[in-house]
Every structure is written in C-alpha cells, then in structure tokens.
C-alpha cells in the first residue's frame, strides 16, 4: 500500500452554495430568483440540492436519495429526462405537477471526473413570461384593432354602401312592380360601382315608365307578382266592357293644329284613364278618339258591373269639369258617349309570340261598342246592356229604352239608359226611371195603349227624348196593326 487520498465533500456546504446562487438575485428578481441548480452523482444519487434535500433515513442509516425518487418532482423528471433521450440533447422541457419547466443538462467537470451531474431547471413561466404577456397582449391589441377596424368599416360600408344599395333595392322592387309613385332618391355617392347602378336604374325606371304607358300596368303587375311569363292563351271568364267614344270628334279635330290636338287628347285620356283604374278597370287601349276598358280582368274584381257604372258616370262629371276649364282657356269642349255591356268573353294574350296583346274577344265586346254608337242616334250620354243592369242591381237608376238587336245578331236584349247612382239621385231622375220601366212592361206584355201612356208621360218630364218618342210612335203603329204571335219585341238595328 503506497498511501491514501481522502477527499471530504460537505453536502451542507453544496446545498449553501446552490441557494447562495438562487439568491443572488437580488430583490428584483428576474428567471435566476426562479431557477433551481441541482448535482446528481455518477449513481443518480442527489448530492447536490438547493434547499439541503440530499438524504433520507435508510435501513443502515442515512443515505443519499436517488433523483428519479426526490420529492422535487421537476427534478425527478429532469433527470429521467436525461436519462431516457439522445446524450446531446442538453436543453430540454419536462412538465412536473401540471407546470412547464425548460432545462439544461452539463457535465459536473470536463474531463468527466467526477462523473457528475448539472442539472438546471426553471419554471417556463418564469424565464419566457414576459414573452407570453407580449404575446398575449399583442393578441389583445390585434383583436382590438381588428374588431376596430370591423366596426369602422361596418359604419363606413353602412353610410355609403348599405343605405345606397337598400335604396335601390327597394326602388328596383317598387320599379318591378310598375310603381312610380314615390320619387327616386337624390342621394349622391362618390363609390363608382354604387354611381353606375344608380345611374342604370335610371335608365330602366325611365324606360319602364314609358312602357307602362304602352301596356295596361295591372296587368304587368299581376304577371310579375304571380312570376310567370306572358303567354298566348286565354280563359271565358264574365266581364264588363266599356267603351267611350268622343262626340263629332272629326269636326272638333278639323279646327284644332295636331299640336293642339295631340295635347287636349291627352289631357282627356288622361283624366278618363285615371277614373277607370280608380274603380278598378283596366284600360285595354285607345282607338283613335275612343277608349276601350274591362273589368274583371286579369284580376277578379267584386261587382264588376256596378264599377264600370260607376266609373261612367265619374267620366262624365269629370269631363263637365273639363270642359268648363276648356271654355274659360278658349279649347275646344269635349263631350263623350258611353257603352257598358256585360257578359261572357275570351279574355286573355292575343296575338304571336314576339307581340302579343292582352284583351277581351266575343260577341259581349261588340255589343258594349254598339250600344256607345247608339248613343249617337238617341243622343244620350251612357247605354248600358241588360246584363249589366241586372248585376249593378238597385245600387243605380236605368231607364229602360228599349228592346233591340245590334246589327248582325238576331237576339234582342233590353237596353237602358244609365243616370245616377241611386243615392245621389234627383227626383226627376227616379221618374223616369218608373216612367221607363211601366212603358218596358207594357210594350214587353203587347199592352200598346198603356205604352202611349207612359211614353207620353215620359216626354212631358223628358221633351224631344228619341227614345221615348220611338217607342211611342211604334206603339201607336202597333195598336192599330194585328201583332204576330211570334212577335218578341226586337227591334233590329241595320247598322253600327
């Protein structure tokens, strides 16, 4: 034996030192006041702790405790990191209790002797913390200024985006619809996109507005509301037709320039048309001089009948008016008849495919616009048909005129002369009325002598009427004459 070297280590004097390092932080602190330095022998054995904890009671006394069994979870993990993964990687993470550490790993000495161990671990938090609250605080700050900048360009996007394409989708609606009732909005927006729709629905509001004048709009309208495209076709259907016509309008259209007549027609038309759809008619078209109107059609429409009497004599107080507005400005004065008949027709797009009108055919049609031609032989203002009469019921005052045929029809219908509402009716009206049907009845039941009566009544309330006097003229011939049996009352007209 040459000798013995003996070397004391004082774990006491390790554990000092390590706490020694720890607080030398000093008071502000930082990652070191949170690091924890740690040696671990060649064995696994904690030689090294912070807080002194190297050794524990064993059976043959005290012992140095293993680091995989230390009380110190994070160093029990950090050394079974080290002892589970590559030998180079020296900087590593372990979770001890739920929490993150970072740590690194070095050899006690260089030269590997002793075979011992550096451990150093500090809490995640602790060392990469302010890191974490810039992070967190720039996320605040993005999702502040993003939220921001979502309400500014909501706000932005809603005063001059948003209303302006609210507006014009409503307008384009109320456009769709052939409503241009309210006026288009003034405002004015410095977004080309938003200046170019406003300046194309312009555009469109202007030519759908003069192809409404082209078209009846109720019926366009139901058409657009219903979503179907126009097609040829039509259904039988009962109406009430309407037909007006201007008085000696040849002669009148000789004294006027075509500016002048183009013009006053068109204030007529215009004040007529407006009546006839405020009763619910639809205006089919204008022929010449002539209006020629429906109701019932391309929309049901309750007491067709009596609204197309109504509309009729509404035309005929609206054109009074008119024409004392024309002789105080020097115009020429218009007067109008009126033929209204009711019945059966084919009412719907006649035509071809590429032009098409909406309209009503049948025999009711031709007998609407007989019976405004008749107006100019008896020299009356409205004629109304038997059907017609029956479906505006006691709501009106008609007298019955007489019992004809139109050219070319060989059935008679009982034909009357429409003179008021009945609530607005004069006395001298509701005579007339009486007077007409007791005349009706009796020439209807062959009992000529009491027609003569009535008819010259009727001419006492009514002189020079021709209706009156026709039927008293034809009545004195016939109380003379043997009547056929097969007499039915028609007087065949011979023409228009």
């Given at each position: 034996?040459?000798?013995?070297w003996?070397m004391e280590?004082?774990l006491?004097?390790i554990a000092?030192?390590?706490?020694?390092i720890k607080?030398s932080?000093?008071?502000?602190?930082?990652?070191q006041?949170h690091?924890d330095?740690?040696?671990?022998?060649?064995?696994?054995?904690v030689i090294?702790?912070?807080?002194g904890k190297?050794a524990r009671e064993?059976?043959?006394g005290?012992?140095l405790i293993?680091?995989?069994?230390?009380e110190?979870r994070k160093?029990?993990?950090?050394?079974?990191?080290?002892?589970t993964?590559?030998d180079?990687?020296?900087h590593f993470?372990?979770?001890a209790d739920?929490e993150r550490y970072l740590?690194?790993s070095?050899?006690?000495a260089e030269?590997?002797?002793p075979?011992?161990m550096v451990l150093?671990v500090v809490?995640a938090?602790a060392?990469?913390?302010?890191?974490?609250?810039?992070?967190r605080?720039?996320a605040w700050?993005?999702a502040l200024?993003?939220?921001v900048?979502?309400?500014?360009g909501?706000?932005?996007?809603e005063r001059?985006?948003g209303?302006?394409?609210?507006?014009i989708?409503t307008?384009?609606?109320?456009?769709?619809?052939?409503?241009f009732s309210?006026?288009?909005?003034?405002?004015?927006?410095?977004?080309?996109?938003i200046?170019?729709?406003?300046?194309?629905?312009?555009?469109m509001t202007?030519?759908?507005r003069?192809?409404?004048?082209?078209v009846?709009a109720?019926?366009v309208r139901?058409l657009?509301e219903?979503?179907?495209e126009?097609?040829?076709g039509?259904?039988?259907r009962?109406?009430?037709?309407?037909?007006?016509d201007i008085?000696d309008?040849?002669?009148i259209?000789?004294?006027?320039s075509?500016n002048?007549l183009?013009d006053?027609?068109?204030d007529y038309?215009e004040?007529m048309s407006?009546v006839?759809?405020?009763?619910?008619g639809t205006v089919?078209?204008f022929i010449?001089?002539a209006?020629m109107a429906?109701w019932?059609?391309?929309?049901?429409?309750?007491?067709h009948?009596?609204?197309?009497?109504?509309?009729?004599l509404s035309?005929?107080?609206?054109?009074?008016a008119?024409?004392?507005?024309?002789a105080?400005?020097?115009?020429?004065?218009f007067?109008a008849?009126?033929?209204?008949?009711?019945g059966?027709?084919?009412v719907?797009n006649i035509?071809s495919d590429e032009?098409m009108?909406?309209t009503?055919?049948?025999d009711?049609v031709?007998v609407?616009?007989?019976l405004?031609?008749?107006c100019?032989r008896?020299k009356l203002?409205?004629i109304?048909g038997?059907?017609t009469?029956?479906l505006?019921?006691?709501?009106i005052?008609?007298r019955?005129?007489?019992?004809?045929?139109?050219k070319?029809?060989?059935?008679?219908?009982v034909?009357y002369?429409l003179?008021?509402?009945?609530?607005?009716?004069?006395?001298?009206?509701?005579r007339?009325?009486a007077?007409?049907?007791?005349?009706?009845?009796?020439?209807?039941?062959?009992?000529?002598?009491?027609v003569?009566?009535a008819?010259?009544?009727?001419l006492?309330?009514l002189p020079?009427?021709?209706s009156?006097?026709e039927?008293l003229?034809?009545a004195?011939?016939?109380v003379?004459?043997?009547?056929?049996?097969?007499?039915d009352?028609v007087m065949v007209l011979?023409?228009?």
């Amino acid at each position: 034996m040459r000798g013995v070297w003996l070397m004391e280590y004082e774990l006491s004097a390790i554990a000092k030192y390590l706490r020694q390092i720890k607080e030398s932080a000093g008071p502000g602190g930082g990652p070191q006041s949170h690091t924890d330095i740690y040696i671990i022998s060649g064995q696994g054995k904690v030689i090294g702790h912070p807080d002194g904890k190297t050794a524990r009671e064993g059976k043959n006394g005290p012992e140095l405790i293993p680091a995989r069994e230390h009380e110190d979870r994070k160093l029990a993990a950090a050394y079974a990191h080290t002892q589970t993964e590559a030998d180079d990687e020296r900087h590593f993470e372990v979770t001890a209790d739920g929490e993150r550490y970072l740590a690194v790993s070095a050899p006690f000495a260089e030269d590997g002797k002793p075979d011992w161990m550096v451990l150093i671990v500090v809490p995640a938090e602790a060392l990469l913390g302010r890191i974490y609250e810039n992070n967190r605080a720039a996320a605040w700050i993005a999702a502040l200024a993003a939220l921001v900048s979502v309400l500014i360009g909501i706000f932005i996007a809603e005063r001059t985006m948003g209303r302006a394409l609210r507006g014009i989708a409503t307008e384009l609606d109320q456009v769709g619809r052939l409503d241009f009732s309210e006026g288009r909005s003034k405002e004015t927006t410095s977004i080309r996109e938003i200046a170019a729709m406003h300046a194309a629905r312009d555009r469109m509001t202007g030519g759908l507005r003069s192809f409404a004048k082209y078209v009846p709009a109720d019926l366009v309208r139901d058409l657009m509301e219903r979503g179907k495209e126009a097609a040829l076709g039509g259904e039988t259907r009962e109406v009430t037709v309407y037909f007006s016509d201007i008085a000696d309008f040849t002669a009148i259209a000789e004294t006027l320039s075509p500016n002048d007549l183009v013009d006053q027609l068109g204030d007529y038309f215009e004040e007529m048309s407006a009546v006839i759809r405020a009763e619910h008619g639809t205006v089919d078209k204008f022929i010449g001089d002539a209006v020629m109107a429906f109701w019932g059609a391309p929309r049901e429409v309750e007491d067709h009948a009596l609204a197309a009497c109504k509309a009729a004599l509404s035309c005929q107080a609206r054109l009074a008016a008119l024409r004392e507005m024309w002789a105080k400005e020097g115009h020429a004065e218009f007067s109008a008849r009126i033929g209204i008949n009711t019945g059966e027709v084919l009412v719907g797009n006649i035509g071809s495919d590429e032009r098409m009108n909406y309209t009503v055919m049948g025999d009711p049609v031709n007998v609407a616009s007989r019976l405004e031609a008749q107006c100019k032989r008896v020299k009356l203002d409205i004629i109304i048909g038997q059907r017609t009469r029956e479906l505006a019921g006691e709501a009106i005052v008609a007298r019955p005129l007489d019992k004809f045929a139109v050219k070319g029809k060989a059935e008679g219908i009982v034909v009357y002369e429409l003179t008021a509402l009945r609530a607005e009716a004069t006395p001298e009206q509701l005579r007339a009325e009486a007077l007409g049907e007791e005349a009706m009845r009796a020439y209807l039941a062959r009992d000529f002598e009491a027609v003569i009566e009535a008819c010259r009544k009727l001419l006492k309330l009514l002189p020079g009427d021709v209706s009156a006097s026709e039927l008293l003229a034809r009545a004195e011939r016939l109380v003379k004459t043997d009547v056929p049996e097969d007499w039915d009352g028609v007087m065949v007209l011979t023409d228009k």
